[in-house]
């Protein structure tokens, strides 16, 4: 039972997940692929009447900020405007599993206090999981949630949790509607009728502050106020491993001449989110399936292994050396930890052109750091005479963290905090401030 549960409002049908009097912020997606439409908490009626019954329906997880006036509707990441959900597709017909075997298995893992109960099961050929997030939760702390679900994800991997739904943006299928595969009614069941705390699901997963699993008990587990530093590194972590997947897509996994690389760096990155080196290489292994080399020879499954292996123990090292500092990363001769490539570095490694830059959220040189900023204030200044205290406050934090990329790497390339200042028409002091504590990775 959940910490003052008793107080929150029960989910009766499965639309309550996505609407409620706190989740009000921004549009759902409903889609089938060819035309996509979005619902408002006032288009309840509207969207059931719209989907009930019909074959190829999806729904977004989450809600996006839409600009009605300028006739911008996207579901993009960029515009998540608040998180409702956390949900995990099972396919558990592609390991020879029926859905009664799969939901058995679910319930065991449940009793054995493992998962979390979810609020929501949708059965139709294969299995969806939803977990509602008590009154929404900011994308500011999209970091978590992506943690959250990394976890989740690895506990289900055995009966055919798909590795590869973790994006914030993705569509699960509408309750009701009907699986064009199968012919079958996508049935909706409440087992858990209160939505959770991000703190609530944190529970059942491996401690931040640990690297690894080390087997306890989630009852053992006591979650404590996450270090600003330790949050900052995670979110870092996460945004890196967004890009990298997002560099998968854009290039249909075509990494010729820098396959082995891009191994590496990624299973680095992955390392830092999951439990154990086996899981690690299970996940790795499933995005790997769309990742290939033109010129390079097939990679054997020992080669690929070992080269996870590799930089798992290089991952856990690092940690340790990043906890060990106090959440700081220490740079010293010599000192045998590999860190994470800095941004430049990923960037030559990979050959990432500017094109794919522009579509990256960390993975992008300052010059288009900064001209994605002048765009956004452009289209800020043509949209809108005096905003609003909150657009304000937005467009402040967008334009901090823009500096803050742009000064990261200027100092990297032997800048003085002064030059800096001057480069970016900002104060030393500020650029000190904005610094102080931050390691590009």
């Known amino acids: 039972m959940h910490v003052k ?24 997606a409903v889609t089938d692929f060819k035309k996509q439409y979005f619902y408002g908490s006032n288009d309840i009626e509207r969207l059931i009447n719209a989907t009930i019954g019909k074959k190829k329906q999806f729904i977004s997880i989450n809600a996006f900020d839409i600009d009605w006036e300028n006739k911008v509707f996207s579901r993009e990441t960029a515009r998540l405007k608040q998180i409702r959900n ?14 009664s ?35 929404g939760a900011s994308p500011d702390i999209s970091w978590l949630v992506g943690y959250i679900t990394e976890q989740l994800i690895s506990k289900l991997e055995h009966i055919g949790a798909d590795g590869n739904a973790k994006d914030l943006s993705r569509v699960m299928r509408v309750p009701n509607s009907v699986n064009e ?33 080390r087997k306890k008990k989630r009852n053992n587990i006591v979650q404590l106020p ?39 760096m990624y299973s680095f990155h992955q390392s830092l989110v999951l439990n154990t080196q086996k899981d690690v290489i299970s996940s790795v292994k499933n995005t790997f399936k769309q990742v290939y080399s033109t010129k390079d020879k097939p990679m054997s499954n020992n080669e690929f292994e070992r080269t996870v292996k590799s930089a798992y123990k290089d991952a856990e090292k690092f940690f340790k050396h990043f ?43 300052a010059d288009i750091a900064r001209k994605q900023h002048a765009e956004y204030m452009r289209s800020k200044r043509r949209n809108e005479g005096i905003g609003s205290m909150e657009e304000y406050n937005k467009q402040r934090k967008q334009r901090k963290q823009t500096i803050q990329q742009i000064a990261i790497e200027l100092r990297n390339k032997g800048k003085t905090q002064r030059e800096i200042a001057e480069l970016t028409g900002v104060s030393q002091g500020y650029i000190s401030r904005i610094l102080k504590n931050i390691t590009d990775v």
Request: hydrophobic letters at 35%; aromatic letters at 10%.
């Open 323 to 365: 906890v060990d500092n106090g959440y700081r990363v220490v740079c010293k001769a010599n000192d045998g930890i590999k860190k994470p490539y800095k941004t430049s570095n990923v960037i030559k490694k990979l050959n990432i052109t500017e094109a794919e830059q522009m579509q990256m959220n960390t993975l992008r040189n």
């Open 86 to 99: 956390i949900a995990i597709d099972i396919d558990q017909y592609n390991i020879g599993l029926t859905a």
């Open 181 to 213: 595969r199968n012919n079958s009614t996508v049935k909706p069941e409440i087992w858990n009728d209160a939505a959770y705390t991000l703190q609530e699901l944190q529970t059942y997963c491996r401690p931040l502050e640990q690297f690894g699993s």
């Open 101 to 135: 075997e799969a939901l058995d298995e679910i319930q065991s893992l449940i009793l054995r206090n493992i998962i979390p109960e979810p609020n929501l099961v949708l059965v139709s050929r294969g299995i969806q999981l939803f977990y509602s997030i008590d009154r």
């Open 5 to 28: 549960a008793e107080k929150r409002n029960k989910l009766k049908e499965w639309h309550d997940l996505w609407f409620d009097e706190y989740k009000r912020a921004g549009y759902v």
């Open 226 to 264: 996450i270090n600003k530093r330790l949050a900052l590194f995670y979110k870092t972590n996460y945004a890196r491993l967004t890009d990298l997947r997002r560099l998968i897509e854009l290039r249909s996994g075509n990494f010729t001449d820098m396959r082995n690389t891009f191994l590496y």
